[in-house]
């Protein structure tokens, strides 16, 4: 019996070895989980693509609305009397001369980056395909 014993005993000490190397290992990927800051070296530049494309998106939604709203509320009933016709042209004169563009600043920003980033896109695609050309041409 005491063979039999003995190599019960081994075995058991074999498998508490093999327990605690399983869980120091798991101890140390929850600890690498938690830590927020090697995370954020990680996966920073993804956090800032995301974000960014959720900026431009959220821009060019809001940009997109106010235009189109905007477009709704310039559709007014035109004059019915030679009157009316005249305060009217006198009202566009006064607003004209006020400074008649009252799009607010970030909005123009917002266009202007979207336009951007949208140009450049298609040239950073056009470039890939005619790369892509001269590539199978070449093979």
Do not use: C, H, N
Request: hydrophobic share 40%; aromatic share 2%.
């Amino acid at each position: 019996m005491a063979p039999g014993t003995d190599e019960a005993q081994r075995q058991r000490e074999l498998s508490k070895a093999a327990l605690a190397t399983s869980a120091g290992r798991l101890e140390d990927r929850v600890r690498a989980e938690l830590d927020w800051k090697a995370r954020l070296r990680r996966d920073g530049p993804r956090y800032a693509a995301i974000a960014g494309g959720a900026v431009v998106l959220i821009g060019t939604i809001v940009l997109v609305r106010s235009r189109l709203r905007g477009d709704r509320a310039d559709e007014e009933t035109a004059p019915a009397t030679l009157d009316e016709l005249v305060a009217e042209l006198q009202s566009l004169r006064k607003e004209i001369k006020k400074g008649g563009d009252k799009t607010p600043v970030w909005q123009k920003v917002v266009l202007r980056g979207v336009s951007a980033a949208g140009s450049a896109g298609g040239a950073y695609a056009a470039k890939r395909l005619v790369d892509r050309q001269e590539a199978r041409a070449a093979a």
